[in-house]
């Protein structure tokens, strides 16, 4: 095979900043784009969907890409963008089984480097008819003391707000992008099943948000295909495919990515609906949610998405999954704990005791894909969220009294939390002093979104934990279901210092500008 080398070797800050002219992530110049001979455009596969990893760890990474047919999935990766003598890895031959996605598990990387790679299809039929290269960037997990940044945010195309090429498309990925970070939390509402997206949204002062739409988006999701297309759509915008170049991914879901506050055994009461059974529903979404992120698939459980992350000494991320073990939405308010009051479920809370009691970093970041402390209601009469009203713990809050105690009793310190789902910025301080339940130590927790949806005004608290707003990015006479043309699209940057150990954490708005900023020294 001729080798084919870029005219100059480019550093990590150089290639972010070429990438930026490019509609998705890199390709190699003409003629040297394909692994072997190539034949016609009209028999080639495509890659038009970009590259992504995630999951990353020291040692190891998912690179996920889709293609158009079905075709073998080509993995080469180096220690530089010139890719000499790269490794290539065979991946599997993808189809349409899995909506012609595919992903390969990169092992034996060098801890805390920054790698190249790049992702070919090749016909499985015929070699020379190959697809181009699509280009990618990660850095992998430390095994020292490195300076750590991590952003986080969450609720991508939701309320109708969908790709809009004239406001310039899903902005916020590419502030985001620019910031560098070393990964990325998505906590959940990756995608909108249930909001479709119409061609135009008629603004309340008479402009019109126009959006770019497709078929699968045109309805509520209920068939595999059109949870596929939620997916796929997001992927049409060029932000969001640079992006995902270049950062890598912890993702988590939220209740979008099935329909709005599902839980397990709902029968929805809605019209748009002819599926009514949400199991169902939710097999569908999952299985798309599976497809379409860079997330390592646990072979012992495929429905599993909660996991963890060691990123050296400085920081541990534990990944929940606060949608598919929790009980039925109820008025939230039973006197004792049982069935119903499930949210997290035994197994996923005895797995989170044993990785925090085990964990040795300085920090750890627990990902939550809903806050803890805000009412967030279902309806009239159900609550969605844990918290419900002012008090001793009642229903879900004995679950959440029970790790906040644990932790407490096993002294696990400089425990962060990070969420979204409500749809503004906030910086909340959980303290027992000021709680009804009080036999807890103290924390943080950081809401960040929505990356590109409706902004909303800030929710109700509830002070059975003590939570205090020392931050809050909306006013509380917001209107609802703010478009993303008015700027309130937000994200998080955590940033860990080697030297001091300290965590400081920001919340900034669409154009990156800093808003909020805490500094946290390690007990």
Known sequence: MTRCTPSRLLNRRQFLARSAAATGSLVLPAGCAAPFAVTSDRTRPAANWGVASGDVTQDA?????????????????????????????????????????GRVDLRGLPAGQQVFYRVAFSSPTDRRA?????????????????????AFSADTAGQGFGINSQWGGM??????????????????????????????????????????????????AESLEEYRGNYEYNLRDEHVRRFNAQVPQLVQWDDHEVTNNW???????????TVRDVNLLAARGHRAFIEYNPIRID????????????HGPLLDVFMLDMR???????????????????????????????????????????????PLGLV?????????????????PLGREFEIAALLRFIKQEDVRNLVWVTGDVHYAAAHYYDPARAAFSDFSPFWEFVAGPIHAGTFPPKQLDNTFGPQ????????????????????????LADIDPDTRALTVTLRDLEGRELYRVELTPG
Request: charged share 30%; net charge neutral.
């Open 171 to 220: 902005r916020l990925y590419e502030t985001m992008r620019r910031s560098d970070p070393d990964f990325f939390i998505h906590s959940g509402d990756t995608i909108y099943a249930d909001n479709p997206i119409e061609p135009t949204v008629l603004l309340d002062d008479g402009r019109e948000w126009r959006n770019l739409v497709t078929a699968a988006k045109s309805k509520v």
């Open 61 to 101: 990474a998912i690179i996920w890409s889709r293609t158009d047919r079905p075709a073998r999935m080509i993995v080469e990766y180096a220690a530089t963008e010139s890719y000499r003598n790269p490794t290539r890895i065979a991946g599997p031959v993808v189809a349409a089984d899995t909506g012609f996605t």
């Open 263 to 273: 839980y397990p055994d709902e029968v929805l009461d809605d019209a748009r609906y």
């Open 469 to 492: 707003v020392k931050f809050s990015s909306v006013p509380a006479d917001l209107k609802p279901k703010r478009p993303p043309s008015d700027g309130r699209q937000y994200f998080g």
């Open 376 to 392: 967030v209601r279902d309806g009239k009469h159900a609550i969605e969220n844990i918290a419900n009203i002012d008090g001793s």
């Open 324 to 370: 598919r073990y929790r009980g039925p939405n109820t008025a939230n308010l039973q006197p004792e704990p049982g069935p119903a009051t499930r949210f997290l479920g035994d197994e996923q809370m005895a797995w989170l005791k044993k990785e925090l009691r085990a964990s040795r970093a300085v920090w750890k970041v627990i990902a939550a894909d809903m």
């Open 299 to 310: 072979p012992s459980d495929e429905r599993r998405i909660y996991r963890s992350f060691h």
């Open 130 to 150: 190959v697809s181009d290269w699509i280009t990618g960037t990660l850095r992998t997990a430390p095994d020292n003391a490195s300076a750590i940044r991590f």
